[in-house]
C-alpha cells in the first residue's frame, strides 16, 4: 500500500533543437532541476517515491539491423536533451531514494490545451526546424498520452515497478515515421500534406522500442495507431470553434 504521496518530475525542455540553441539553460531546467528534486524527496520526512520522465533519445540513432531497443541497451546521447536525461537518470539512481523511471517514446497529447498551443507562431516555428532534422523516412515510435497517464497511475503503489526503468511506447503498430503521423495531424487541421522540402536528412534519436516490458508491470498499452489519429480528429472537432489550427509547414 502507498504510504506516502508520491512525486512525479515532468518537467523540462524538450525539444533538441531549441535545447542546443539554449544548452545551458537545458541543463539548469533538466539536469539541476532534477537535483533540486531529488533534494526535496531526500529531506522529506514521508520519502516518497519519485517518477521521472526520461526519453527514449537517450538510446541515440537508430542502429542499422536492430529491430528495436530494449530498457538494457546502452544509452549513446547524440544531443543535449538526451545528455541531460541520461545525467539526471544517473543522480536518481545513486541517490538511495525509491523510483520509477519512464523513457517516453514520441507522446501524441490529444488535450484541447496542447492542441491549441498549434496555434502559436512560436511553437509552429520550432515544429517546423524540429522536423528538418529528421528524414521524411526517420523512424518514430508513438505513444497516446492517455496509455502514459495509465502507466504513471499503475505505478504509483505498484511494488514491482520500484527502481525500475521502463521505454513507455504504443504497440507494434505505433511504429511508423514522424512523416506519417504528422501527415495524420495535418489532415485533421484541414491542411495538405506534407512536402519533401518540409524534411531534411537526419538521422534523429529514435527509433523502435519493444512494449512488452513495461506492459508487463504498468499495464498501459492500449490505444493503437488508429486509435491515436482517431483520438486526434476527436480532439479537433472538440475545440474547433474555439482556435483556429494550422499545421506546420
Known sequence: MMTSTPIIHHAAMTLPTHC??????????????????????????????????????????????KKHFVESDPLTPTCTYAATKIASELAIRRAGINYTIMRLGSVLDVGAPHLAMMADPDLLARIIKENRLKSSKSPAHFVSSDDVNTAYLNALDNLESDRRTFNLVGPADCRTTFRFMQDAINAAVGAPPSSD????????????????????????????????????????????????????G
Do not use: M
Open 197 to 248: 522540402d518540409d524534411w531534411g536528412n537526419g538521422p534523429y534519436p529514435q527509433q523502435y522500442y519493444d512494449p512488452a516490458p513495461s506492459d508487463n508491470v504498468l499495464h498501459h498499452v492500449r490505444t493503437d495507431k488508429a486509435g491515436i489519429i482517431a483520438n486526434i480528429r476527436n480532439a479537433v472537432d472538440d475545440i474547433a470553434e474555439f482556435v483556429s489550427l494550422s499545421a506546420p
Open 20 to 65: 542546443e540553441e539554449e544548452w545551458e539553460y537545458c541543463w539548469d531546467v533538466n539536469f539541476f532541476g532534477t537535483l533540486n528534486v531529488i533534494d526535496a524527496v531526500l529531506t522529506s520526512p514521508q520519502s516518497p517515491k519519485l517518477l521521472y520522465s526520461s526519453s527514449v533519445a537517450n538510446y541515440g540513432y537508430p542502429v542499422q539491423g
